[in-house]
T-cell receptor, first 120, second 113 residues
Framework: GAVVSQHPSRVICKSGTSVKIECRSL??????MFWYRQFPKQSLMLMAT?????????EQGVEKDKFLINHASLTLSTLTVTSAHPEDSSFYIC????????????????FGPGTRLTVL | DQQVKQNSPSLSVQEGRISILNCDYT??????FLWYKKYPAEGPTFLIS?????DKNEDGRFTVFLNKSAKHLSLHIVPSQPGDSAVYFC????????????FGAGTQVVVTP
């Protein structure tokens, strides 16, 4: 399968600071990237869908001004948690799918390894 | 509102026996279902999927069964192997949603020797 990387894998920051998480598709072009967050012992919750070159679509209840998503190229999407607070501490996972193959097979969504964010 | 539910948080099974993981959903518009496997500190990896027009899909040791009337699906792993120890997520989507997945909470499977 295709490879998706995330950086950093773990970040600890002080309350009030902003944190940027990168999601990269290493060997394919990802026209769509998804951002999820997972709280302990809970499911992955979709936060937003990001399409290259356009604004992200946020799920209900997700503050777009707090979670800034940029999908500037076919291989990179970034999630910036602005003015982070302890309640933003979570595991953030991105996934990527390639546009040409997207309509053919729904298993063509590849997940990154996740980023553990801890806000003190 | 949790539309996909995995009510068993954990499952322990002996090596060589069958593992059965269950998943229920509430949204009748879901028409495609997937199972993912996740190891600690890694992202989920795709295992097997099934379309709502089918009631069974098999891939090697993995078989997924879908009961649309009961809004229930299950994943069977046989025979179970120690490497199968992981968290398994059930996910569902509508095919017009361009890949938006709704995940269950996951079931931790432990395969014992």
């Amino acid at each position: 399968g295709a490879v998706v990387s995330q950086h950093p894998s773990r970040v600890i920051c002080k309350s009030g600071t902003s944190v940027k998480i990168e999601c990269r598709s290493l060997d394919f072009q990802a026209t769509t990237m998804f951002w999820y967050r997972q709280f302990p012992k809970q499911s992955l919750m979709l936060m937003a869908t990001s399409n290259e070159g356009s604004k992200a679509t946020y799920e209900q209840g997700v503050e777009k001004d707090k979670f800034l998503i940029n999908h500037a190229s076919l291989t990179l999407s970034t999630l910036t948690v602005t003015s982070a607070h302890p309640e933003d501490s979570s595991f953030y996972i991105c996934s990527a799918s390639g546009g040409l193959r997207r309509a053919l097979s729904y298993n063509e969504q590849f997940f990154g390894p996740g980023t553990r964010l801890t806000v003190l | 509102d949790q539309q996909v539910k995995q009510n068993s948080p954990s499952l322990s099974v002996q090596e060589g026996r069958i593992s059965i993981l269950n998943c229920d959903y509430t949204n009748s518009m879901f028409d495609y279902f997937l199972w993912y496997k996740k190891y600690p500190a890694e992202g989920p990896t795709f295992l097997i999927s099934i379309s709502s027009i089918k009631d069974k899909n098999e891939d090697g040791r993995f078989t997924v069964f879908l009961n649309k009337s009961a809004k229930h699906l299950s994943l069977h792993i046989v025979p179970s192997q120690p490497g199968d120890s992981a968290v398994y997520f059930c996910a569902a989507m509508t095919t017009d949603s361009w890949g938006k997945l709704q995940f269950g909470a996951g079931t931790q499977v432990v395969v014992t020797p």
